[in-house]
Structures are given as structure tokens and as C-alpha cells.
């Protein structure tokens, strides 16, 4: 698996790097003799170099010499692309209990399809550095529905919006992907927002995507008000043209088995790009998953039979499911929310410790959430987005941290508030002290 | 890590041994007092049925041992024999017919004990009819007792005694300004909870500060609905409790008609004469400071804050009044009086020399209080403390076993002590090390490597295939 990096290919390299560093003034940055993992076809290096240049992977290979503006010693150390997380709430909420901090969740009699929480992005939330410094460099952020409060028993409901993509660093122009997925509500939770049955959220998103068809044949008539009378907004009929062109995926959570293959069948009638959120059960159905290319976002610590929906939730789900050939990917463990998406790793170190392959284990929570969702990182290979963590050790394991965090190249701080109070209060004593130190 | 007081030690003790006659913490001592009438815990209501027979002894050889006590032993042998740890040390003998198992690799602790756990109280499946745990109706129900909840067929407690937690503490939820009574369990397959009473530990009285008790009560326009508001509602509990206590201390010294009994004055009373020890929901370092101040003004004890995501800012106040602080690794932001959060707050509790630990609050993260300790030891060394298994381990060990005042029982590997005993299948504060084997008073309750010493509940019996087993 470890690759040589044969002679041609490294005077190649340095021919690119050459012309690069001719018309561009970016940091070059050489991260030398780390052990590798590009979960790439390049695959690992016990040690390697990676070079970035223009805040792309320029190269990975032995022994590079090539100059830098900046080289990270590695030695000792893991690197490995940024860690993604599939579903997060980054930016649309501060506080979980306060709710004036939150934007992700709308109540409405539409049927939610074209909610889209963009505007309401703060890419200054301190989620966002926490989880930067978790290793976290991209999310996808989605909407969601509150199944408390006011929205239960508002049964039109069953979609939660528009999702968006994210960089983690902070800055203002870092939504990186608008309408990267939709979301919408099967199984218990959908049963929950349609009224009562999970076969009437069903129903409801099929009449739906009927509905979008009927509106993309008919487009033109239906806005002239030359047709009958449509059920849903023009906007939301919009919103779904993209999943039933086949070019949007459609995260839906379904944790029940027979619910996930109710799933499958919408996506083979409307050729739809299907996520499963949750699949607590997927293990049970693993072969037609597979066999109908649906990936899944799974919650991978959570082996609770928490609902009649979810009483098959076990372990080695990831690993089970992997095996079929089901693309999986790991979020960040619900019980620690969207503050802690960086708990993946965690998550999917407990998965491997169950049986899933280890490089597996880190594609969950990097590359897989690029390939399911469409976008840039996730690996380390030549052109790729330079989005690199340098680990202080197993970036699945527990006692490892993020050492250095690259987000396209960039050097990224990992100061956060959790290490602003710490360090405020290394020694608490009696006075008034504290205040002055910052 | 660090020593617990004196005082509160020897007033968990006394509550232990005796748990009949008590004298309060720093109280006079008057002996030969009338046990009746003193006995406000009503410790024998529901009386512990426990029981175990260890069915042979166990050798484990050649581990390495993290004893719960501040050492690292290398390649040693434990000893347990009749339910309790009886040799620690190199090239033990096997008694005849005694399991032996091979330590080569392994690591052992003591079992984990969870300070914080609603388990059977807020069971799964979460169906509403099953929730459990948390009395709404009125801002103190210190009457309520948590183990009139517990579903013992939880199938949950199987799933943390796979992450090799042997004791567990079942609190009350934290709606309530005393939200009730807890119940200490051993980890244990029962019939009804009796069967999993902790023999002899001394009940909890669950309180919460802050956000929860105001939001709830002040939500139906009566009090608490304000952080005074939450102060006013303890002291006039207090002030009532002392009158309760003092009327039956006469009635114990003069005679005269006998008091009323009142459940809920009963275990508030208690709480003042040191039979019962508080559990205190708390986050924020301002309102920990007011309830040690409000512990003074009434003359009692309070054992551990829970949750305590500040309880870093007050390190050295708990460490002046000898009260723990119970918790999480990393959980933060879910309210505004969590937002606080340091990674490294456990650790600076426990270099504050106040004794620190983790809890879980959680199905899940009771199934891996080692991966959490182990994240916090790792905060702790990154904020530059020497912090070693060694001394980590005692987070989720003696220290829990402290705060609810079982240490002279459990949460250590001594001679003498409870033989509640894991076997890790690497070090513990790694994630890929698994509990292998896990020992409750001697006898071995899990085994990885054995379905046949795996329970399952009721609940997961044909649960998921008539004729299979659910995992």
C-alpha cells in the first residue's frame, strides 16, 4: 500500500511547482515525513511528504526537495485531509436553548422544500473554531424540523429545506456550496410531522415529487395560472426540481429497516439520488442498499434501541454495511449535537474497534462525506483542495489532537474559547485577577 | 486523585456502617440515641436484596493494574476470592478450581462506577409511557424516590455493563429544586430493584440550580422563575426541614406526642443529619459558590456538583469545602449556562486537589467512560499537567465511588474491598480496548467472549426476531 514515488513523477512535480510558484505568490508549505493517509487511490505512507502550493495538493512523495515558504515537521505525526461532517447545524446555532441563537428549524404550513437557511449563516459562530480545532475543515449545514415545540402537529411539513456547504474558517465568503442537498422526514420522525403515520410522510413526499414532475412538464402553463391549481408553492415545486432531475441529493431519516427500503423504492420511482440519515437498521439491509447505491449518514456510537424504529441500532452497524458495499459516512454523535460534530472520529474509532476497516474508518468522516454529497476535500492527492490535518497521533484514537489544521492551504489558528478559559483559569484562585487576563 | 476531606469522609463512613445512627457532618456525636426516630432516611423502606455468591475464586495473571489508588502496577496478579479482592502482587498460586485468566496484554481496573445515570428511570425504548424521571408537578418533590421508577428490564444497563460499569447512581431529573432521592445499584440482572440495591449506600437527594427548575416552573407562572427565585424556594425548604428535624429531635429527647411523618421533609432531614448526601445539579461557578454558602447556613454537606461545566472556575472554593465535582469531557453549548466549557475542566478541578471525576447523564456515554476520561486526561496534559492513567482512572473510579459514599466498599483494587473488577483488553484509555470481562463482587457477569455471560433483558427477548437474539 505504500507507495514509492518513482523518479519521473517527483521531476514532474517539481517542474509543476516550479511554474506554480512563477504565478502565484501563495505560501508553499511542504509538511514533511508524516504518516500519510490520502484515502486516495495513492493510499498511505508510513511517511511522506505533502506539498501545497496555491492551497492545493501539489504532490505527495518521499524525501521531496523542494523549497518552501513554510514546512511543518511531521515526523511522529498522522496527516490526513480534514475531517467533514455530513450534517451539522454549524452557524445556525449558537445555543441550543436559546432560542433567539437559532436559525435552523421554521415552522409553516408549506411543505418546507424551499426553505433555504443560507442568510442566516454566521460564519463567526464559535462552533466554528471549537471544530476546527477538532480537525473539522468542511460541513455540510441543513436545515432541520424541531420535533417539539410548535412544528409537531403542523402535519405538511416533511421536508426541512435546503443544505449548504461550508469551509471552517471562519471567514465570510466560506459557504463553499449553495443547494448541496435537500432533507426530508421518513420513518418515525416524519410519521411524528405528518399527522401521525410515517405512511402519511411518505405520502407526502411522493405527492410532492409528483407534483414537482407535473410542474417541470408543465412550468410555463402553471405560472401563467393556465393550469389547475397546484397543492404546493411555486417555490417549494422549485426547489425540487433539482432532486427529480437526479442532480441533488435527498438526505431522508429512516432508522427502521422496512422504512429504509420504502426509501429505495421512492428513489427508483423518481430516479432520485438517495442519502439515508440514521439507518440505525441499515445493517439488516444492507445488500439492497448496495445493490441500489444509497449511501448512509449514520450516528455510529449510538447502539441504543432508543425507539421501536431503531431496535436492530448496534455497534458494528458501519462495519456490517461496509462490507455489503454500502458507502458509508459517520456524523458527529447526536447526544453531543452539532457543538461536537468533531466527535466523529471518535465514532468511527468505536466503529473500527468493531469490526470496520480502519481506512474505512477514516473515509467516513472525510472522503465518503465528499463523494455522497459532491464536494471538494476528503483526500490527498494531486489538485486536491488542500484541506490537512496533522495529528499528534491516530486521528480515530481518543488521546490525539490536531496539531496543525490546514483550510486550503492556509495555516488555520486552533486557539478557542474552550482553551481561552482554560487558560484563564489554569490555577483558580481568590481576587480579581481572572478579569485581567486574557 | 486527591484525598476527599476527613470530615466527610468519616461522615460517609459513619453513614455506611451504621446507616441506622447518625450524627450529621461536623456535628456532636451523642450516642445511644433513639434509632427510630432518628432514622429519617428510612434507609430500610426498601431494603437491599442484593446478593452474590461468587461461584469460584478468579486469578488474573500477569496484567497490568491501574488500582484506583494513584499506582500503576506491571505484570501482577489479582486475586479474588469469596466476592472480594484478596491478593494483589507477583506469582499468586491458583486455588483449586479457580478461573484463571490470562493478563498477558490486558489491563485491569476497578469497575466503573457512574455518578450520574438515569437508567431505567428515562429507559429505552424513550416511549412516553416510560419516561420516568422526572416528578413536573412542583419544585421540590424531595419525597419522590428514583427507585420507584427504575424499569429493571432496561435494556440499557446490560449495554453499560459491556463498557464495564459495575455501580451506578440513578438520579431524579433536575426539573425540580429537589427533584427527589437517588438510588446507588450494582450493575446486575433483577427482577425488581431491590435485587440491585447497592447494600448499604447511603441514598442521594437530587438538586438543581439554574436554567432548568426557573424555565419549568416560571414556564407555568408560579416559582422559581428566576435564579433568586431558585435560592428563596432551597432556603425556605431548609428552613422547614430544620424545624421538622428539631421537632423530632425533641420528641426523640422529651417524649410527647409523636410528629407527623412527612416524606418530604424526611429526606431533607436527612440530608441535615448526614445521612443522605446531595447531588447537586449545577453549572455555572457563581451559583456552586451560593449553594456551598447555603450548605453553611443550614449545616450540611454537599457530596458532588453534576454537570458542573464551570466548576473549573471554582476549583479551589470546592477544594476548601471538600465537595466534588462530577463531569463530561466535552459537552457544551446545549444552554447558555454551558457555554463555559474547557476541555480541560476536570483536570484543573483535580490539580485544584478537589476531587474531580467524570458522569455521564447519557445511555451512550455510560458505555464509554473510559474513551471520556481518556479525553480529559489528554485535555489535562495539554494544559501542561502530568496527568497518568494512574491518576485518570481514579475519575471514573474511587472518586465516583467518594461522592456517593461507597469508598471503603468499592472503587479500588485493595485487599478487602468489593471484588468489582474489569478486565480491559488493552489500555482502558485507548478506543479500540474493550472491557473483555467484568467482574461484580467476584463473579463474572460479562464476558466478551462468552454469549452465554451476556445478559439481555425481558424487553429484548423476540424483540427483534422471534427466535433471535437482538444483538
Known amino acids: ?438 | 486523585m486527591q484525598q476527599h476531606s476527613r470530615t466527610f469522609g468519616r461522615c460517609i463512613a459513619a453513614v455506611f456502617c451504621t446507616a441506622l445512627l447518625l450524627s450529621g457532618c461536623g456535628g456532636d456525636e451523642k450516642a445511644g440515641a433513639d434509632k427510630k426516630s432518628k432514622d429519617f432516611a428510612r434507609q430500610d423502606a426498601f431494603p437491599s436484596t442484593y446478593s452474590m455468591t461468587q461461584s469460584q475464586p478468579v486469578l488474573i495473571q500477569g496484567a497490568t493494574l491501574l488500582t484506583g489508588t494513584g499506582e500503576q502496577l506491571e505484570n501482577t496478579d489479582l486475586l479474588l476470592k469469596e466476592g472480594k479482592i484478596a491478593k494483589i502482587g507477583e506469582g499468586l498460586k491458583a486455588p483449586k478450581d479457580a478461573l484463571v485468566v490470562d493478563g498477558k496484554g490486558k489491563w485491569v481496573t476497578p469497575g466503573i462506577i457512574d455518578v450520574h445515570s438515569h437508567l431505567g428511570d428515562y429507559p429505552a425504548p424513550a416511549i412516553e409511557s416510560s419516561q420516568d424521571g422526572n416528578e413536573m408537578t412542583a419544585p421540590n418533590t424531595a419525597e419522590v424516590w428514583a427507585e420507584h421508577s427504575v424499569w429493571t428490564q432496561d435494556p440499557q444497563f446490560a449495554l453499560a455493563l459491556a463498557g464495564g460499569v459495575t455501580t451506578l447512581q440513578i438520579l431524579p431529573g433536575s426539573a425540580n429544586l429537589f427533584g427527589g432521592r437517588s438510588v446507588t445499584l450494582k450493575n446486575v440482572p433483577g427482577r425488581r430493584v431491590q435485587d440491585m440495591k447497592f447494600p448499604g449506600a447511603p441514598y442521594g437527594l437530587k438538586m438543581a440550580c439554574g436554567e432548568n427548575p426557573k424555565r419549568v416552573y416560571g414556564g407555568k407562572g408560579t416559582a422559581p422563575s428566576t435564579r433568586m427565585g431558585n435560592v428563596a424556594g432551597y432556603r425556605s425548604a431548609w428552613i422547614a426541614a430544620s424545624e421538622y428535624k428539631e421537632k423530632w429531635e425533641k420528641y426523640r429527647d422529651n417524649g410527647g406526642d409523636e410528629p407527623e411523618r412527612d416524606l418530604q421533609m424526611e429526606t431533607l432531614a436527612g440530608v441535615l443529619d448526614g445521612e443522605i448526601l446531595v447531588h447537586n445539579h449545577c453549572y455555572r461557578g457563581e451559583e456552586m459558590a451560593i449553594m456551598m454558602d447555603i450548605a453553611k447556613e443550614f449545616g450540611f454537606q454537599i457530596s458532588t456538583f453534576h454537570h458542573a461545566v464551570e466548576a473549573y472556575k471554582v476549583a479551589d472554593l470546592l477544594a476548601e469545602n471538600n465537595v466534588c465535582a462530577a463531569m463530561w469531557a466535552d459537552w457544551w453549548g446545549f444552554k447558555h449556562e454551558a457555554f463555559d466549557m474547557t476541555e480541560a475542566n476536570i483536570a484543573i478541578v483535580d490539580q485544584a486537589e478537589a476531587c474531580a471525576m467524570i458522569h455521564s447523564d447519557s445511555a451512550v456515554g455510560i458505555q464509554h467512560l473510559n474513551e471520556e476520561v481518556a479525553k480529559a486526561m489528554t485535555a489535562g496534559q495539554r494544559a501542561g499537567f502530568d496527568i497518568q492513567p494512574k491518576d485518570a482512572v481514579v475519575w471514573m473510579t474511587m472518586n465516583p465511588a467518594k461522592a456517593l459514599g461507597i469508598d471503603e466498599q468499592t472503587g479500588s483494587l485493595e485487599k478487602g474491598k468489593m471484588a468489582d473488577v474489569v478486565v480491559w483488553s488493552g489500555n482502558p484509555f485507548s478506543v479500540y480496548s474493550k472491557a473483555d470481562k467484568v467482574f461484580i463482587d467476584g463473579e463474572l457477569m460479562y464476558d466478551r467472549a462468552d454469549k452465554a455471560r451476556q445478559p439481555h433483558s425481558d424487553f429484548e427477548l423476540g424483540i427483534l426476531d422471534a427466535e433471535g437474539e437482538r444483538l
Open chain 1, 1 to 438: 500500500m505504500n507507495g514509492l514515488l518513482n523518479k519521473k513523477l517527483l521531476v514532474i512535480c517539481t517542474l509543476i511547482f516550479g511554474l506554480a510558484t512563477g504565478t502565484a505568490q501563495a505560501e508553499t508549505i511542504l509538511i514533511k515525513g508524516g504518516k500519510v493517509h490520502t484515502l486516495s487511490d495513492r493510499g498511505s505512507f508510513e511517511s511522506a511528504d505533502v506539498l501545497v502550493v496555491d492551497g492545493r495538493v501539489q504532490e505527495i512523495g518521499l524525501d521531496m526537495n523542494v523549497r518552501a515558504d513554510r514546512v511543518i515537521d511531521a515526523r511522529g505525526k498522522v496527516v490526513t485531509p480534514g475531517v467533514i461532517a455530513p450534517v451539522s447545524e454549524l452557524g445556525l446555532v449558537e445555543i441550543g436553548a436559546a432560542s433567539a441563537t437559532n436559525d435552523n428549524a421554521v415552522t409553516g404550513d408549506s411543505i418546507g422544500s424551499s426553505f433555504d437557511p443560507l442568510p442566516a449563516y454566521n460564519p463567526k459562530s464559535t462552533l466554528i473554531p471549537f471544530n476546527r480545532a477538532g480537525g473539522v475543515t468542511r460541513a455540510v449545514v441543513f436545515p432541520g424540523i424541531s420535533l417539539w415545540g410548535d412544528s409537531v402537529g403542523d402535519p405538511q411539513r416533511v421536508f426541512a429545506g435546503r443544505g449548504f456547504a461550508i469551509k471552517l474558517n471562519g471567514d465570510f465568503d466560506s459557504v463553499v456550496a449553495r443547494d448541496v442537498a435537500q432533507k426530508a422526514y421518513l420513518g418515525e420522525a416524519g410519521g411524528q410531522l405528518a399527522g401521525g403515520s410515517r405512511a402519511s410522510a411518505y405520502a407526502k413526499i411522493k405527492n410532492a415529487l409528483e407534483e414537482a414532475r407535473e410542474y417541470r412538464s408543465n412550468r410555463a402553463s402553471i405560472r401563467r395560472g393556465d393550469w389547475r391549481e397546484m397543492n404546493h408553492s411555486i417555490a417549494d415545486l422549485e426547489a425540487l426540481q433539482p432532486l427529480i432531475d437526479g442532480e441533488q441529493p435527498l438526505l431522508v431519516t429512516a432508522d427502521r429497516a422496512s422504512d429504509i427500503l420504502w426509501a429505495i423504492e421512492l428513489a427508483k420511482e423518481f430516479s432520485l439520488q438517495l442519502v439515508i440519515a440514521g439507518a440505525a437498521e441499515g445493517w439488516m439491509v444492507a445488500d439492497q442498499l448496495a445493490a441500489a447505491k444509497v449511501p448512509v449518514v449514520i450516528d455510529a456510537i449510538n447502539n441504543l434501541p432508543l425507539s421501536f424504529s431503531s431496535l436492530g441500532a448496534r455497534l458494528d452497524n458501519a462495519a456490517l454495511l461496509t462490507k455489503a458495499g454500502v458507502t458509508v459516512a459517520i456524523s458527529g454523535p447526536e447526544y453531543a449535537s452539532t457543538h461536537n460534530v468533531y466527535l466523529s472520529r471518535q465514532s468511527a474509532g468505536n466503529a473500527v474497534a468493531s469490526g470496520l476497516p480502519y481506512e474505512d474508518g477514516l473515509k467516513a468522516i472525510s472522503a465518503n462525506v465528499a463523494q455522497i454529497f459532491g464536494l471538494e476535500g476528503g483526500s490527498l492527492k494531486p489538485g486536491a483542495v488542500a484541506d490537512v490535518v496533522v495529528w499528534s497521533g491516530d486521528p480515530l484514537e481518543v488521546t490525539s489532537y490536531p496539531e496543525q489544521v490546514l483550510i486550503e492551504g492556509e495555516p488555520q489558528s486552533l486557539v478557542t474559547r474552550s482553551t481561552r478559559l482554560r487558560d484563564r483559569y489554569l490555577k483558580p484562585e481568590q481576587g480579581h485577577g481572572f478579569g485581567y487576563k486574557y
